[in-house]
């Protein structure tokens, strides 16, 4: 069969997969998107599941934006294409006495008052909370947009890059080596400890240090996880806040998607690879389950690790070493997405109405201390069940965004944790709409209408996450974000550069630097680093 020529392919169309798509796009290469779905997005998505009501658009996995880097927005001109985020206020944790813990993105004096119905003592300490937060993202929110070096290697190149990174952290001084060193090795609980007395504000703050962890807060390394999902300074020199998109998480997709086929990228839907194909040590292109056959120099993975090279790759095609690697890489998750029709706003306990107010437009979370985070994680964990009492951030996007409901109709998005990790390998639909239920029942005690409030409901677990979205465990960054699955060891030592044992044959997905969360950055740095390889036919005068 003649094979389909062209400069680039990128197996799966994600949104680091359509970044990478774009750019190649733009830079005058020849490209083609595979994606296996009928629609592009992966997890950045927006659909309509429910039959009964099928103007209720929800974001379906993915349900906010954080650390998309302007250079991304800009120079894929993202708001031509019709992005659009309306920016997050901040969150409230309210709890079942009628008062409400309230943390303020922009606003640290409002913050403070809200502190102080807790501890006079905690609400002195926070803005010395909020200038070291932020004086450590500055430190760190560079490495993001920083190609790790390999670590250990002897090689001319390699130690050049060694000692331009050793050059630059030497800027962080004494103390500040310091608190890298703690951060890496700490717990969320012991960190917020040192610092806090209030239950109320240490939940609020150590539940951003789980978001989508196989782990709770007292588990060490979760400090800089913490840290991690806070940076919103990813190097540039600009500031990013989280926000909710305009048509839901699906509208990021489409816009890089139109950019990228602006610039005359190919995208293929319904179109499942069954293999990268090789040939010597050099990548060739790919082919379908179909049996058709697509040939290019360049090959860019953004699927999980394991599906790419555990999956679509001969196993002698790859260094022993590696694919041990790739099989130790740890994809645990106890994560559940629950998507909620409402009839009406949650009428909350402590600020009572179902009008529209500030706290329905935030975060609306259900979380009342480190240790019932520690509990819902050590049910799944060790006791082997969905948690009792669930952790969740929840969101109210449709009252930022008509175009999500019809009128007097919202859409509450619940992300939710935990279940056992095993719940990847089978539905267990009867424990999922139980422990929806237990969700449902808690926000109820909060708001007394909730329950009645709620029209219908989508619950997704790990194993739907697997099934629909190949993420391995349900794993929502392909891949845990731990200690040992960070910067040069993401997804294996000695590959973290979005290269690959392969020439030409590239990693652009989630599961490597800077993965996790919808940015868009190991998009980009695949393509920078193909470009530096010389491995595009063609390159565009706009693009540095």
């Known amino acids: 069969m003649a094979a389909n020529n062209y400069d680039a392919i990128i197996v799966g169309g994600g949104h680091n997969g359509l970044v990478a798509a774009a750019y190649f796009a733009r830079a005058g ?173 240490k939940a609020i703050i150590a539940s951003v240090g789980v978001i989508g962890a196989w782990s709770g807060p007292d588990g060490p390394g979760t400090a800089f996880v913490l840290i991690h999902n806070a940076i919103s300074d990813v190097g540039a020199g600009e500031v990013n806040s989280w926000g909710y998109p305009q048509g839901g998480m699906g509208a990021v997709s489409d816009a890089i998607r139109s950019s990228a086929e602006s610039a005359g990228c190919v995208v293929r839907t319904d179109a499942r690879v069954a293999k990268i194909l090789t040939k010597g040590d050099r990548v060739v292109g790919a082919v379908l389950d179909s049996g058709e056959e697509f040939r290019a120099p360049v090959v860019v993975s953004g699927v999980h690790p394991k599906v790419a090279f555990l999956q679509l790759l001969e196993r002698d095609a790859l260094p022993g070493e590696f694919v041990r690697d790739i099989k130790r890489y740890k994809t645990r ?58 952790m969740v951030e929840g969101a ?59 029209i219908d409901r989508q619950v997704l677990g790990p194993y739907d996450m697997e099934q629909d979205l190949g993420m391995i465990g349900g794993n929502i960054f392909h891949g845990e974000i731990s200690l040992d699955q960070l910067f040069h060891m993401r997804p294996a030592p000695g590959y973290a550069d979005y290269r690959t044992p392969i020439r030409g044959l590239y990693n652009a997905s989630s599961g490597t630097h800077a993965g996790g969360g919808v940015n868009g950055i190991p998009g980009l740095q695949t393509f920078r680093q193909a470009k530096r390889d010389g491995a595009l036919r063609r390159r565009s005068k706009n693009l540095s």
């Open 29 to 201: 290469a020849r490209t083609l998107v595979l994606e296996a779905r009928s629609r592009t997005g992966g997890a950045a998505d927006t659909s309509a599941p429910f039959a009964e009501l099928p103007d209720v658009k929800v974001s379906t996995y993915s349900y906010v934006v954080s650390v998309l880097p302007p250079r991304i927005i800009r120079e894929l001109e993202l708001e031509r294409h019709g992005l659009r985020i309306f920016p997050v206020w901040g969150s409230a944790n309210p709890l079942p006495d009628g008062r409400c813990m309230e943390q303020f993105n922009e606003d640290s004096q409002l913050t403070q008052e809200s502190i102080a119905q807790f501890s006079k003592r905690d609400a002195e300490a926070y803005p010395e909370w909020e200038e070291w937060i932020h004086k450590v993202g500055a430190m760190l929110g560079p490495l993001l947009t920083h190609v790790p070096p390999q670590l250990g290697s002897t090689s001319f190149g390699d130690l050049v890059e060694q000692a331009q990174l050793a050059w630059k952290v030497r800027k962080l001084g004494v103390r500040g080596i310091a608190d890298l060193t703690r951060l890496l090795s700490m717990s969320i609980t012991d960190l917020l400890d040192e610092w806090f007395e209030s239950d109320e504000l």
């Open 396 to 454: 109210i996007p449709s009252t930022l965004d008509p175009t999500l409901t019809p009128e007097g109709i919202h859409y509450f998005s619940l992300f939710t944790q935990y279940v056992p990790h095993e719940w990847s390998q089978a539905p267990h639909r009867e424990e999922l709409e139980a422990y929806a239920d237990r969700v449902i029942d808690l926000y109820t005690e909060l708001a007394p209408n909730f329950k009645r409030s709620v």
């Open 333 to 390: 998750s106890g994560t559940v997405k629950i998507n909620a029709v409402l009839s009406e706003l949650p009428d909350l306990r402590y600020a009572p109405g179902t009008q529209l107010q500030r706290h329905h437009t935030g975060s609306l979370n259900l979380c009342f201390s480190p240790r019932y985070i520690e509990r819902a994680f050590q049910d799944a964990h060790i006791d082997g069940r969905g948690s009792t009492a669930p």
